[in-house]
């Protein structure tokens, strides 16, 4: 879980603090890099996720007249799939979709549009940083967390900010390569061995007595 999650959990519940622990969620070695050229012309946007927290509604406003194709992961509701043509955003989506048909969405995208209202943690920021795509995501919740300096933030309730994040990754080369850089090494906190090692010392500590 994030540490949003933490704090949301002992607000809800009046657990002592110092009960409730955080172990991130590891990114799958299925995840792998996968060189691509980027299409500046008329990049593949990859979402995932169709509950309402996925905001595709702002996101599809925010691609209007912008020349891109999005690939979504699930199955969006007619009314979702109307927004996308009322901006006429080109839509494939793929529902039913195995771990196998994920990662090669990813492979086959530009960069990620993951600007959601709130997420638990948002483990497509790192699998997409896994596969080596610039990550455009929400300046809250857990997702800044999950983050940090390696995507381009944006305010997910404002259709304007979202745009001008596709803009500067879709427009600046250089700042691309530097998510891309940014974003291996963040991938680095959420390997397996790293979260197994956070795990043991909890079970470490429990064995010894500690609370």
């Keep these: 879980m ?3 999650t933490r704090q949301e959990l002992i607000a809800l519940t009046g657990v002592a603090p110092a009960k409730v622990r955080v172990v991130r969620n590891c990114v799958s070695p299925e995840f ?7 299409n500046a ?3 593949r946007i ?5 509950a309402p927290n996925k905001n595709l509604e702002r996101m599809a406003a925010a691609l209007a007249g912008f020349p891109c194709t999005v690939d979504l992961i699930g199955r969006p509701t007619p009314a ?8 006429g955003v080109a839509l494939a989506a ?3 979709v195995t771990n196998s048909e994920i990662v090669a969405a990813y492979g086959r995208c530009d ?4 600007a959601s209202t709130h997420e638990g943690f948002g483990l497509p920021i790192v699998e997409a940083q896994a596969v080596g795509r610039p990550v455009i995501t929400s300046n809250c919740s857990s997702m800044a967390e999950v983050a940090g300096d390696s995507a381009c933030l944006v305010d997910p309730f404002d259709v304007t900010s979202i745009r001008a994040g596709v803009e500067r990754v879709v427009g600046d080369a250089e700042y691309r390569a530097e998510l891309l850089r940014r974003g291996f090494e963040n991938v680095k906190r959420f390997s397996a061995v790293t979260i197994a090692e956070e795990y043991s010392a909890i079970y470490r500590e429990l064995a010894g007595g500690g609370n």
């Design 41 to 43: 012309g008329r990049p």
């Design 32 to 38: 792998l890099p996968l060189a691509a050229d980027f």
């Design 80 to 87: 979702q799939a109307a927004v996308f043509a009322q901006h």
């Design 2 to 4: 994030s540490e949003a």
């Design 111 to 114: 960069l990620v549009l993951f």
């Design 94 to 96: 793929h529902g039913d």
């Design 46 to 50: 990859l979402m995932l996720g169709t």
